[in-house]
Nanobody, 119 residues
Framework: QVQLVESGGGLVQPGGSLRLSCAAS????????MGWYRQPPGKQRVLVAT???????NYANSVKGRFTVSRDNAKNTLYLQMNSLKPEDTAVYFC?????????????WGQGTQVTVSS
């Protein structure tokens, strides 16, 4: 099992920056993939960015060039650096981890952290 705890959310003005962190309860070195998703008010949860154990990344078109996902295996932590924030980035941000064990795959989620972009 993996427990995930997000932090770093808050209120920021348009054009500002935030860095989200997702601390895992165990080593993330062998976790197949980790990612960030977000859920705007009244909408479905959607992918923001993912990163595999080999370091390959993938981003939603809406955040390319503004957000950067990274992982620090030594600290068991996933990050999301968010720059040039826009009001439409307002959402609850969740991290997840996909663990593969043999033929099974399990996805774990954190509890989420609120990001509000407003003047």
């Amino acid at each position: 099992q993996v427990q995930l705890v997000e932090s770093g959310g808050g209120l920021v003005q348009p054009g500002g920056s935030l860095r989200l962190s997702c601390a895992a309860s165990r080593s993330i070195f062998s976790i197949y993939a980790m990612g960030w998703y977000r859920q705007p008010p009244g909408k479905q949860r959607v992918l923001v960015a993912t990163i595999t154990s080999s370091g390959s990344t993938n981003y939603a078109n809406s955040v390319k060039g503004r957000f950067t996902v990274s992982r620090d295996n030594a600290k068991n932590t996933l990050y999301l650096q968010m720059n040039s924030l826009k009001p439409e980035d307002t959402a609850v941000y969740f991290c997840n981890a996909i663990v593969i064990s043999g033929a099974s795959q399990t996805t774990y989620w954190g509890q989420g952290t609120q990001v509000t972009v407003s003047s």
